[in-house]
């Protein structure tokens, strides 16, 4: 095929992406051009202008989750429940082992993920200021501790003229302006006489996370009270809430759990009580039957801490300022269901979260084992051709666990008795399925076809995943957690690399049909148009929103189809497709930069901080984060076992691996041109992603073992040794 297709097809594939991208924010101008810019639910009110808007009442509860709400031990909690719309908050800062009540309610002033550093403990004493407080050294935060937002909030909300009261420390710390300054100011709510005088009031209610506390530290013990002693802190929170309540008249009451009472991050409650929402589904007040989410997370039932200062803002009328991250709360209806179903399912996603937390650790250790193990194996076994269909049916298996991490979540796996057996065993069992269809089906005597049915399966899963709202990678061992709160929805890293490769397998197995009939023309067009269609997928924003992805996505799918084709791809070549990709994705991110705040992913907002020259620091963090996973004791085995093999499998075919890839590849000439475009994405991903090595491992493990097992097929075929096979077609990639 001349060169000509080949750019025809990828001018084709731009021109598609193009259009779709551009649909939607010629809306978003449509929207501009009817007024000005405002969030949903916030006024666009000018500075010192005092407009319309709730009285707001935040309570914050440190350390509150949903298996302390019970109607025995909390009445007060329980009947504010049955009236509020309800859900779980990620109360993750920037601290990688729990949030302070420092941190969350630092985070809540300053409206983005913050912590205050060496200190983590409660937040200080303010100093009384006639009927207010300020908070002591305030300037200290963004002087010392580099906290440049701290006070966004307050500032905020005495610019548009609004007044605020403060009941606690801590909510002192939440709405105290650039000058560290709340309006008025109680110790307790004891000493409240007129819940009136302010429009915006924050009460810390510290009983719950004060066993918790020694030497103004967090403890560093997961659980550093007894379970009654827990009840009993329970218990007192919630009494100085039942006391609070019926003298905040129609107030619109927000309860948040804005820290965590240990190490181990937790999902906290969250709690609305007030009139309609601002949720495209938000018709009628936020009472009983109703979960409340945001589109900080895509999720219906979850929300994060910046989240409460956008609300609070939204609710008192007032604009956001352009640092603050939170969007404003929204509430959809269940269906129907008690409370009671309703707090169960939210204390389950607890239970799953910390599940997945604390095992997969162990998860990757035994997938890393298991890798190594097969591969030394395979090595063994191979040289001696002995015993392949058992060395097949073991790649098709380990290429099958990918798939069943996410397939797993279809099953109530974390309301057993046991989760983590029921997790595994299910996995396991999904796994076993997934490679006796492959094995047993009719394709099965096809080289290509458990290649085939495995790498479709899995491309299949992410695919109908990211476009009903990623239900599958939430709490899942290849995922990601809210707990952990790294990402909420979209692509994560390690997704990205299985969808990539899975794909690119999938479509080269389909493409070597169409090359074996004289339609190589179509062959590459084929892996040029589903390779784009999940690469828009994956970056665009609010379905995949992975930015890292898109610039590895680009180069595999070019070298893919350019192989293919029957063209060389050099060295400058393949740092043009990056190049491409970075450029896509950062266009991508422009047009979502374009769209309102409110409505904006990680994408805009990363182009807003290019535009303003603050992405440094999120450039150095994820590349942190990506150099410290190149020491990973869980991933790196696999790198190294998968990629050693594979490299001496091509360069020593005879003794590593007794022909078994050099007659895959002359069976079904597209293998290798899709293999080695995923090797091009699971190696730029790794350079481009904050997850690093974790990117190219789960490349090569499912890439690996799929192969290899085509290679095996294709042995037991009865063909020649490698010195008598004909010669491999030229096409791959050049030095």
Known sequence: MSGTWVRRALVAVVFGVSVVTLAPTTAAYAGLAAGPEQRPGQGGTAAGEKAAGERMVLVGIPGLMWSDVTPADTPALWRLAGESAIGSLSARTVRKDGTCPYDGWLTVSAGVRSAVGGRCGMAPTPEASGAGAVVPEFSWLWEVREQRDAGALGQALHTAGRTTMAVGPGAALALADRAGRVDVYAAGAGQVSDWTRADVVAVEIPDLIAPYISADRLSEVPEAVSPQARRAAARAADAKLGALLPRLGQATVLVAGVGDHGPVPHLRVAMLR??????????GAAGPGRTLGARSTHRDDMIILPDLTATILARAGVAAPPNVVGVPVDTHG???????EAVAALRTADVAGQTIRNTTGVFFTTLAVLQVLFYLTA???????????????????????????????LLPWARTAQP??????????????????????????????????????????????????????????????GVVGARYYGLGNIPFALLATAVLLVTTAVADRLVRSGRKSVAVALIAVLGAFAMLLDGWPGVGSDFGGVIAFVPGIAVTAMIVAGRRVSVVKLGAFCAAGGVLVMTIAYLDYLRPPASQTHLGRFAGQVADGTFLPVISRKLGAMLATLLSPNLMPVVIAAFAFLVFALLRPGTASAGVLPVAFERAPTLKAGLLGALVSGVVGMLVNDSGAAVLSMALALAVPLVLSAGIRALQYGEPAPAATAPIPPAGLAG
């Open 274 to 283: 007030g009139p309609a929402t601002t949720g495209p589904d938000s018709a």
């Open 334 to 340: 269940t269906g129907g269901g008690s409370l009671a």
């Open 379 to 409: 090595f063994l076994l191979l040289r001696r051709r002995d015993r392949l269909p058992a060395v097949r049916s073991a790649a098709v298996a380990l290429a099958a666990i990918p798939a069943s991490t996410y397939l797993v979540n």
């Open 420 to 481: 983590v057996l029921t997790l595994f065993a299910s996995i396991t069992a999904i796994a076993a399925a997934l490679t006796l269809v492959a094995l047993a089906g009719p394709w099965r005597r096809a080289v290509l076809g458990p290649l085939t049915v495995i790498a479709a399966v899995t491309a299949a899963v992410l695919l109908g995943d990211l476009l009903t709202g990623t239900p599958l990678q939430l709490n899942s061992l290849m995922g990601y957690t």
